[in-house]
């Protein structure tokens, strides 16, 4: 009985996160962030584009981009995404991300309320709390008014 419970177990693992998993997760909630209004603003995506180009060094973003709008399309599912990135970084880095989320969400110079959705549920599923999402939301805002 055990010896048949261990052979369905290893039929049924979850697949080896790759290295570029987090990348692509990554990728996945900016784009998700770039398109939650309704519109995909090409200030929001261009935003998208240099963070990406900033923290994936060595990866192409339209690269990252196009395997990201692929997994989209397969499994839209955002618990995915950031389950893949709370495995791989710590609770700081997690908060950093809301702060790049931050930046392309302003990106056109405005919160949408579906923006604002998108990242309080987004914290939520990085365990992030409101006061940190809040602060990180601060941080961006002074940093886009000292880059005006």
Request: hydrophobic content about 40%; proline content about 4%.
């Amino acid at each position: 009985m055990i010896d048949r419970l261990k052979t369905w177990f290893e039929g049924h693992r979850p697949p080896e996160v790759h290295s570029t998993e987090p990348e692509i997760a990554l990728t996945a909630l900016l784009l998700e962030a770039t398109d939650v209004d309704g519109s995909q603003d090409e200030e929001e995506l261009r935003v998208a584009k240099e963070i990406l180009a900033r923290e994936c060094a060595g990866s192409d973003p339209d690269e990252l981009i196009a395997k990201a709008k692929s997994r989209m399309t397969d499994h839209h599912d955002l618990v995915g995404f950031t389950k893949i990135l709370k495995a791989q970084y710590p609770h700081e880095d997690r908060v950093v991300l809301m702060e790049l989320l931050w930046e392309v969400a302003y990106a056109d110079g405005k919160i949408d309320p579906m923006e604002d959705m998108l990242l309080r549920k987004l914290a939520g599923l990085l365990y992030i709390d409101d006061r940190e999402r809040g602060l990180a939301r601060q941080r961006v805002e002074a940093k886009l008014r000292l880059e005006s």
